[in-house]
T-cell receptor, first 112, second 112 residues
């Protein structure tokens, strides 16, 4: 069974902390994505990566960075967490040239 | 700007067909129509996609009008487990991936 896993289901951090959200996929997919989901706003793309060490900004990259050192792992980094980054974060992966994205279960991040 | 328009909510009786409409009047020739759904507290799940021909898989059927300006997702025999938010997305291949812009979707409630 194909799988995308995320490091935490729930996370609570304080304003100003550096936060790492980890995503791992076991499908040998080239593409990986980070979204955030907020009530009334739907899912919005933060960053995506189409290869190791490659990254592209999505619709809302401000305040975030990403890292992809290995094909199976894509990390989202909040350099200095703020309360407006409280959200559900979803990771996804897909084969290159394929629009079928497989999503992880999500991490609900609360920044106090 | 939203590329698709969907009704915010629909009800369907259990065992009946659920027909979910989507308008995408500004779709481009190289854009596919994708459908995903999101069950409460889970990540989105791919259902089906198509370019211009009707498509069917084990989950659903996708009917695309000849002018491609609208489509309908059909769940032939809805069950309670089909209660979810359904997203209609149009997307073209760009930089090796299909970037999916999730709108607000249609909340489908399957009624016993």
């Amino acid at each position: 069974d194909v799988k995308v896993t995320q490091s935490s289901r729930y996370l609570v951090k304080r304003t100003g902390e550096k936060v790492f959200l980890e995503c791992v996929q076991d499908m040998d997919h080239e593409n990986m994505f980070w979204y955030r989901q907020d009530p009334g706003l739907g899912l919005r793309l933060i960053y995506f990566s189409y290869d190791v060490k490659m990254k592209e900004k999505g619709d809302i990259p401000e305040g975030y960075s990403v890292s992809r050192e290995k094909k199976e792992r894509f990390s989202l980094i909040l350099e200095s967490a703020s309360t407006n980054q409280t959200s559900m974060y979803l990771c996804a992966s897909s084969l290159i040239g394929n629009g079928e994205q497989f999503f992880g279960p999500g991490t609900r991040l609360t920044v106090l | 700007d939203a590329k698709t328009t969907q009704p915010p909510s629909m009800d369907c009786a259990e065992g009946r067909a659920a027909n979910l409409p989507c308008n995408h009047s500004t779709i481009s020739g190289n854009e596919y129509v994708y459908w995903y759904r999101q069950i409460h507290s889970q990540g989105p799940q791919y259902i089906i996609h198509g370019l211009k021909n009707n498509e069917t898989n084990e989950m659903a059927s996708l009917i695309i009008t000849e002018d491609r300006k609208s489509s309908t997702l059909i769940l032939p025999h809805a069950t309670l487990r089909d209660t979810a938010v359904y997203y209609c997305i149009v997307s073209a291949l760009e930089a090796g991936s299909y970037q999916l812009t999730f709108g607000k979707g249609t909340k489908l409630s399957v009624i016993p």
